[in-house]
């Protein structure tokens, strides 16, 4: 308590008690019983001293104590109100009602305990009365619910309001991040029809490494060490996979691999890649005002970077026009740049480019815009997501040119799906083709010697009571 009173006097948050109603001015409430009538009534009493601890802090001081110090000051004047508080039953767990109050006035409510879970990699709010999470890659439905579409429409506006931005009628849809990077997306009614909707990807606490990557078979230790290569001499890469095929987070390692001496500039919708170099600058798009002006969008942030002098250029996600900068930069100068889309296969990347080129309306022929693709990325890496729930890297594919009006691949590992085994776990490998690629010569230009045998064909089958190597 000697804290709590030293702030008090010396910059009182807190403000003097009430005096307590008289015992027959007060009404008994039973002890709430489990279930829908127990959580409604759960509500009530949260929300009533939630208006109380609010009379009680002086709002105006809230920004001048430190966080851990209001944190801690904040949960014993929860705990003396849940003491006060006579309509309180004999069986509520005061601690959990203590924590859930605190979470409603610093965090996001309902949604706190799920951001501190570390087994959750996605969290879906299907409106206020269903909310879904991804643990291991699979789906489950969870016992967390919001009061209604107004309580849950406030934890948007808390999440939107912390970057700048705005969720409303006008603006019904929105990209936003939380403070440790995780990506948020908000859509609201009138497009939302049974209500709001809340997606949250969450960014894990400890960073992933390259080494985690292949001890969770997402790809073998010479596939690294090929991208490391790759990295390190200067190719252009694109990362191409579905929803929730883990790109962002492939993107965010291999990255790791661009030497500190370099300056780096990010371009993103909503900024969530965390390089470790200390040379970074990371840009971020900007959503019109009200009034439907000062939009910013990728396309000017890839063309102010070409003004920053910068050694690469890592784009989050091209999703538009902004593909044709992107290239072009890769064409003049700026190599070692990456890129992540969404596509299914390598070949579909590509047909994806080429209709992101033409959304430019630059009117190029087919050829021209293939000859730019052909000519500006070296690598490119599939993604995607097993039935499982783990995530690999299913191919790594060379363009190697052009044969006609068709930009060629070479694949040069791919994963081999050969069943499913028990618990659905699936069984397969990861194949080397036995095909040096044409960028070996640039490696070694850049004065890196990768092994011999690197590239020989083998076969490395996925751990589960399959051995080793072919």
Do not use: W
């Not at 593909?323 to 072009?328: G, P, T, V």
């Not at 994963?415 to 095909?435: A, Q, S």
């Amino acid at each position: 308590m000697g804290l709590l009173n030293r702030l008090k006097e010396e910059s009182p948050v807190v403000a003097p008690p009430r005096a307590p109603k008289p015992a027959a001015a007060v009404r008994r409430l039973p002890t709430p019983p489990e279930g829908k009538e127990g959580r409604h009534r759960t509500q009530e009493i949260k929300e009533r001293i939630h208006r109380r601890l609010l009379d009680r802090l002086d709002l105006s001081k809230l920004e001048s104590v430190p966080k851990e110090s209001l944190t801690g000051q904040v949960r014993e004047v929860i705990g003396d109100l849940l003491s006060e508080d006579t309509d309180l039953g004999t069986g509520v767990n005061r601690d959990r009602l203590a924590e859930e109050i605190l979470n409603e006035t610093f965090g996001l409510g309902p949604l706190e305990p799920l951001l501190n879970d570390p087994t959750v990699s996605d969290i879906l709010v299907n409106t206020c009365r269903q909310v879904y999470v991804e643990r291991f890659g699979r789906l489950e439905l969870t016992q967390t619910v919001f009061k209604d579409d107004a309580h849950l429409m406030h934890i948007i506006d808390r999440i939107v309001s912390k970057i700048g931005r705005r969720v409303d009628e006008s603006s019904p849809m929105v990209d936003a991040r939380l403070a440790d990077g995780s990506r948020v997306n908000a859509i609201i009614p009138p497009l939302a029809i049974d209500g709001p909707s809340l997606s949250i990807r969450k960014f894990g606490v400890n960073k992933i490494t390259v080494e985690h990557l292949i001890g969770l078979e997402t790809l073998t230790a010479p596939m690294a060490q090929m991208l490391e290569a790759a990295v390190r001499s200067r190719l252009n890469i694109l990362v191409s996979g579905g929803t929730g095929s883990g790109k962002t987070t492939l993107l965010n390692i291999i990255s790791g691999f661009v030497p500190s001496n370099e300056r780096i500039v990010t371009i993103e919708d909503a900024a969530e890649l965390q390089l470790r170099q200390e040379h970074v600058v990371r840009l971020e798009t900007r959503p019109p005002n009200i009034e439907g002006r000062g939009a910013v969008v990728q396309r000017d942030l890839v063309r102010n970077a070409l003004r920053m002098r910068p050694d690469r250029i890592i784009v989050g996600e091209v999703r538009g026009a902004e593909a044709l900068d992107m290239l072009q930069a890769m064409n003049t100068g700026h190599d070692g740049s990456m890129t992540t889309l969404h596509a299914n296969t390598t070949r579909d990347a590509l047909r994806r480019l080429e209709t992101m080129i033409l959304m430019a309306g630059n009117n190029l022929t087919e050829r021209a815009m293939r000859e730019q693709i052909s000519s500006a990325i070296n690598i490119i890496l599939q993604v995607a997501r097993m039935s499982d729930g783990t995530r690999k890297v299913v191919k790594v594919s060379e363009i190697t040119g052009m044969e006609g009006d068709t930009v060629t691949l070479q694949d040069i590992f791919v994963f081999e799906k050969m069943g499913v085994g028990p618990g659905g776990r699936v069984k397969g490998g990861f194949r080397t083709m036995g095909l040096r690629p044409k960028f070996a010569e640039q490696l070694q230009a850049s004065g890196i010697d990768l092994p011999a045998d690197l590239f020989e064909p083998r076969l490395v089958r996925l751990s589960e009571k399959e051995g080793g190597e072919e």
